[in-house]
């Protein structure tokens, strides 16, 4: 053979050695696609399938550890072996390898000392093998864990062997990442999905409560509440005796339970003795609970359920009874739960106290009229709303809102007539928040002119206009970490909106005159009391800015639609005035009590502080005077004459049409605001006999 003959074949050899080398790593592009759309419980499987032609092993394994810890999150279910309760994870090679973050390769355990426990713990479990490869599985940011391959042959895995399965190990650990994001994702959006479910149904008996009126069905309330909250299979509210501490059970769900008197008496004062030195939430199972008193009946105590949570009413720092709720199922109640259930105790506390003192009052007999003021002033007011004065249905809906959306930063809009004490409102916001220690920066922003009002906003550099003589931080700046009033945000221009939507969800700005970017952490709160959505459809106001802003609505009520609450504010403003003014004001008429109830105040409780103000510099002696012939003319029934059906009629048609300008058709026309069709608006106009358009 020629030398020409041989060097052909030795070229031959060599490039078959190269591409025998090459062969393994053609597949990597397939077996990533493969790897990422497989559930975690399948990726040892297709690794399998792809390496086995490829690679020579017994057996493949995969381990996930729980981040931060030697727990392990997921293993797969293949032939390597966990190692046994005796051995601790920190002494074997998995551990060795996640913690060096290199390959480990044996190529004959026989021969290796290294880790004499994890192979006397194998040989314990019957299993024994030679080679062993193990890489580790991380990503940029993260140590997942590691993938194995081991053979009962020695000397099994060459160098290149090991390389190409780092590169595999690479791959597998994204597709590792990836599931586990997504089962991350997943399980917080269910978490999510069920705290926001949880809110909606508080929010809805919170309100249920304030509108029950009776005793008897404000318990019920809150009975049926505590229940759906925890799917508890029973609950218990009872109230303690202030003068002899004795306890009545008020309230006990489900009703095919029996339980006499003497029971209810006896489990009440065992579930409140946990809960009445504390003034904390206490929860245990069936077996605690029963030994809280050993001389009482286990059996009437526990009533078969596995787990019970109690928890105090408290109301002004007073413990008026305890709601307790227990379950049949060995499931605990968890932290979040009895948050949910600290903030409807709180709350049902309180509707219980304002019911007990409405049925006390119902059964005062007394026919002064002044006096009824003062009983009306008996009725408690929350500390932490104490410069907001009433009592009515409608105004303690809008306090409990405050409360619920109060500890989050969700930006409020609140929205109400003028007078009606929007900026009290936005106030109270802030003190129940954690911001309270911070700034609490307000801006009318119908107040300042349209030019200065970004400069206002936003603040300016110097020279950035004719007169800024010096640099000016705006109000963002100045409520840093703290929160924004904008009163009267209707009246933002449209150019300046964008800039405004831009720093609520961006959180960023720049000063007038400046190409700095300024970050700040602001909470907002605006107030108008322009119907924003209407403005949205007269292209009047930004739709995007207007849904940023409608994050949680409050609406405050007119003083007309809460008159209940006119006799407090009424004593309220006298003492106030009286005793600004050094005057002693003691008696309030009940001829002019009546008139302030049955006058509709469209100032709201603006005009009302006026007018008392008015009535006690007018008063010179111990009874109040207030000028009520200026009240008497706008009373409704005070003598004018009413209009006929077919005159109210007309003149709503007329309204509608002078509102959109004469135009009958359209999605603006006055067809559309009076909800009818063309033709029959234009056959009313010619019925009620109405003018065509003036000119």
């Not at 729980?66 to 046994?84: D, F, M, R, T, Y």
């Not at 029996?258 to 030195?277: F, Q, T, Y």
């Not at 049902?348 to 002044?370: C, F, P, Q, T, Y």
Request: aromatic share 6%; net charge neutral; glycine share 6%.
């Amino acid at each position: 053979m020629s030398t020409q003959q041989i060097a052909m074949m030795i070229d031959v050899d060599n490039a078959t050695n190269q591409y025998a080398e090459l062969r393994p790593y053609e597949g990597l592009a397939r077996l990533s696609k493969s790897l990422a759309s497989s559930a975690p419980e399948d990726l040892s499987r297709h690794l399998a399938s792809f390496l086995r032609p490829l690679l020579d092993f017994d057996f493949l394994d995969l381990i996930v550890f729980k981040e931060g810890s030697s727990e392990v999150l997921w293993h797969s279910v293949g032939a390597g072996q966990l190692p046994p309760a005796d051995v601790p994870m920190e002494e074997t090679t998995y551990w060795w390898v996640h913690q060096k973050q290199q390959p480990l390769c044996i190529a004959d355990w026989k021969r290796d000392d290294r880790f004499l426990g994890r192979r006397e713990a194998l040989k314990k479990l019957g299993f024994e093998y030679r080679s062993l490869c193990r890489v580790p599985l991380r990503t940029q940011h993260h140590r997942l864990g590691m993938f194995s391959v081991g053979s009962s042959r020695p000397h099994d895995y060459s160098e290149e062997e090991v390389r190409f399965l780092s590169l595999v190990a690479d791959m597998v650990a994204l597709a590792v990442a990836n599931a586990l994001n997504l089962q991350k994702s997943r399980r917080l959006q269910a978490e999510l999905e069920a705290r926001n479910a949880r809110l909606r149904l508080l929010l809805d008996l919170t309100n249920k409560m304030a509108a029950s009126l009776e005793l008897h069905e404000v318990l019920r309330q809150v009975i049926i509440g505590a229940r759906r909250l925890t799917q508890s299979d029973a609950a218990l509210l009872g109230l303690q005796d202030v003068e002899n501490g004795q306890w009545q059970v008020k309230a006990f769900a489900p009703d095919d339970i029996p339980l006499d008197d003497e029971e209810a008496h006896v489990l009440a004062e065992i579930l409140g003795a946990r809960v009445l030195a504390s003034g904390e939430p206490w929860t245990g199972n069936a077996d605690m609970a029963a030994r809280i008193n050993a001389t009482a009946n286990s059996e009437t105590v526990v009533a078969g359920f596995r787990n019970s949570c109690v928890l105090p009413l408290l109301s002004r720092g007073r413990i008026l009874g305890i709601l307790a709720l227990g379950r049949r199922e060995d499931t605990p109640y968890a932290a979040d739960e009895i948050d949910y259930l600290m903030h409807l105790s709180g709350q049902g506390a309180m509707a219980i106290e304002s019911a007990i003192v409405r049925g006390e009052l119902h059964r005062l007999k007394d026919n002064s009229d002044e006096e009824k003021v003062y009983l009306d002033e008996e009725v408690p007011r929350e500390p932490k709303f104490a410069e907001i004065v009433g009592k009515s249905p409608a105004l303690q809906d809008v306090l409990r809102q405050i409360e619920v959306v109060a500890p989050t930063n969700s930006g409020v809009l609140v929205q109400g007539e003028t007078g009606t004490g929007k900026e009290l409102i936005a106030h109270a916001i802030h003190r129940l928040s954690a911001r309270r220690d911070r700034p609490f920066v307000k801006l009318n922003c119908a107040a300042i002119p349209s030019g200065l009002l970004e400069s206002e906003l936003f603040g300016h550099e110097k020279g950035a206009f004719t007169g800024a003589i010096m640099r000016k931080a705006g109000r963002f700046e100045a409520a840093d970490k703290g929160t924004l009033f904008l009163d009267e945000v209707g009246d933002i221009p449209l150019e300046l909106q964008p800039k405004l939507l831009r720093v609520l969800q961006e959180h960023e700005f720049e000063r007038l005159g400046s190409t700095q970017t300024q970050r700040v952490d602001v909470r907002v709160i605006a107030a108008t009391h322009r119907d924003l959505k209407q403005m949205v459809e007269d292209r009047e106001f930004r739709s995007d800015l207007f849904y940023r802003l409608h994050v949680f609505p409050l609406c405050i009520p007119a003083l007309r639609d809460r008159p209940e609450d006119i006799p407090m504010l009424v004593r309220h403003y006298v003492d106030k005035y009286a005793k600004r003014m050094n005057r002693r004001i003691e008696t309030i008429p009940s001829q002019a009590m009546e008139t302030f109830r049955r006058y509709p105040w469209p100032g709201n409780v603006r005009e009302l502080q006026n007018f008392i103000e008015r009535a006690v510099i007018l008063s010179p002696g111990t009874v109040l005077r207030p000028p009520l012939v200026e009240l008497k003319q706008a009373v409704p029934g005070g003598g004018s004459k009413l209009s006929t059906l077919e005159e109210a009629e007309r003149e709503h048609v007329q309204r509608a049409l002078r509102e959109s300008n004469w135009v009958i058709a359209g999605p603006n026309g006055a067809a559309s605001r009076l909800g009818m069709k063309r033709t029959t608006l234009a056959y009313r106009i010619r019925k009620l006999k109405i003018p065509c358009r003036p000119q």
